[in-house]
């Protein structure tokens, strides 16, 4: 029972002092706010990155395309040599008439041009559809398929691929720098302001040494009050995570631009989000307190 009544004691003079000092609370909560603000966006951003770069990977498709006037037997041999491939996922044999077929749906003009055709006129050649298992292997598995007999070329975008997930992994690893920075700079910002209130009851501390209290009792108020000022401060941004990301995603209905670049599905996305910005204003503010406590006045 005395342990909860400390505890609670302790928990009373914290939010007591955030509302006596309620200029320096504003400030430190507001810095917060700001951080976590920009460390949402730019958890967003990552987030999404990370999916746009995984659902380009999953897309990624090889074409084989097969030599002309080939026979069945050696499709079947190409077919059971595709097994070997260690990065190969999967693969789909598709036959020139099926492309034409394909292309002839995707646009009228095609469907016109391609009706002409008789299987004898038909120019498309037969390919293999492959899907990689690693996509950072593309390229040795296509270099790999052209020594195939019976493949006559082969193509899946070499050049724009690579640059691509190249691009995507820079853009990815800025964005967590950018957080873990803007989450240093939100610590450094708050146990300077937390100093300040310290400093404004530096004699009030004097006075609980003086009557005989013990460092960790002087401390946990101002560790509490750093968790309140970082709860206050996640608030807004929490808000802004659930309705603004909410609101994205319908009005872009799940997708920027393109199919390609789909967003992430917000439930339950958001509110992990929203935890972990949680967490990072309760830690960034106890942290920036007790730092202040310890390194200032030497408790």
């Not at 949680?278 to 006045?297: N, P």
Request: glycine share 6%; proline share 2%; aromatic share 10%.
């Amino acid at each position: 029972m005395k342990v909860f009544r400390i505890i609670g004691r302790n928990i009373r003079d914290a939010f007591k002092s955030v509302f006596r000092n309620f200029s320096l609370s504003i400030a430190s909560i507001s810095c917060i706010t700001v951080t976590l603000l920009l460390v949402s966006i730019s958890m967003m951003l990552s987030f999404n990155v990370k999916n746009v770069t995984k659902s380009i990977k999953e897309d990624f498709t090889i074409i084989a395309f097969v030599e002309n006037n080939i026979n069945s037997e050696k499709i079947e041999d190409i077919k059971l040599e595709l097994y070997s491939f260690e990065n190969i996922e999967s693969y789909e044999y598709q036959n020139k008439s099926e492309t034409a077929e394909q292309m002839k749906e995707s646009s009228d003009v095609f469907k016109t041009i391609i009706s002409g055709w008789t299987e004898e006129t038909n120019p498309l050649q037969d390919v293999f559809l492959i899907k990689v298992i690693d996509s950072e292997k593309i390229n040795e598995t296509a270099e790999e398929l052209k020594k195939v007999e019976g493949i006559d070329l082969v193509r899946y975008g070499e050049g724009m691929v690579e640059s691509l997930l190249s691009t995507f992994k820079y853009v990815d690893k800025a964005l967590i720098v950018t957080i873990i920075s803007l989450v240093l700079v939100t610590a450094f910002l708050i146990s300077n302001t937390i100093k300040l209130t310290i400093f404004s009851r530096k004699r009030e501390i004097e006075i609980m040494r003086l009557v005989g209290a013990s460092n960790s009792h002087i401390k946990m108020p101002f560790v509490i009050e750093g968790l309140v000022l970082g709860m206050f401060g996640a608030i807004l941004p929490i808000i802004f995570v659930i309705y603004g990301y909410s609101k994205l995603f319908s009005t872009f209905n799940g997708q920027l631009f393109t199919p390609v670049l789909t967003l992430v599905q917000p439930s339950p996305f958001i509110y992990s989000v929203s935890l972990i910005l949680l967490g990072i204003g309760i830690l960034v503010g106890m942290s920036g307190s007790a730092r202040a406590v310890r390194k200032y006045l030497k408790i």
